[in-house]
């Protein structure tokens, strides 16, 4: 079994910054792709961003709402992902889920954290 457990949510005016963490834990022996996603009331669970295992720190994907405001890395050694969130915005206001896409003895299962409240609101 794996857990994920995000940290750094919280109240922010509009134009703040916020760091969220997500590090996972248990049965691991890689973790393929890392990712944030959000859900805000009354709508659907979108992808923020996502970052694979690249030697290189990964390749990166981002929602388009979000290009040149927030970034993603990860910690492999720590199988903690990281997203840096500035230039905040009111629609930014979601809850956010960490994912991570976890190899076990040849298999493979995604896993969801229990997601961390962002409020973007002055």
């Known amino acids: 079994q794996v857990q994920l457990v995000e940290s750094g949510g919280g109240l922010v005016q509009p134009g703040g910054s916020l760091r969220l963490s997500c590090a996972a834990s248990g049965s691991i022996d890689s973790i393929n792709v890392m990712g944030w996603h959000r859900q805000a009331p009354g709508k659907e669970r979108e992808l923020v961003a996502s970052?694979?295992?690249?030697?290189?720190?990964?390749?990166?994907v981002y929602a388009d709402s979000v290009k040149g405001r927030f970034t993603i890395s990860r910690d492999n050694a720590k199988n903690t992902v990281y997203l840096q969130m500035n230039s905040l915005k009111p629609e930014d206001t979601a809850v956010y889920y960490c994912n991570a896409y976890v190899s076990f003895r040849y298999r493979g299962m995604d896993y969801w954290g229990k997601g961390t409240q962002v409020t973007v609101s002055s």
């Open positions: 970052i694979s295992s690249g030697g290189s720190g990964g390749s990166t």
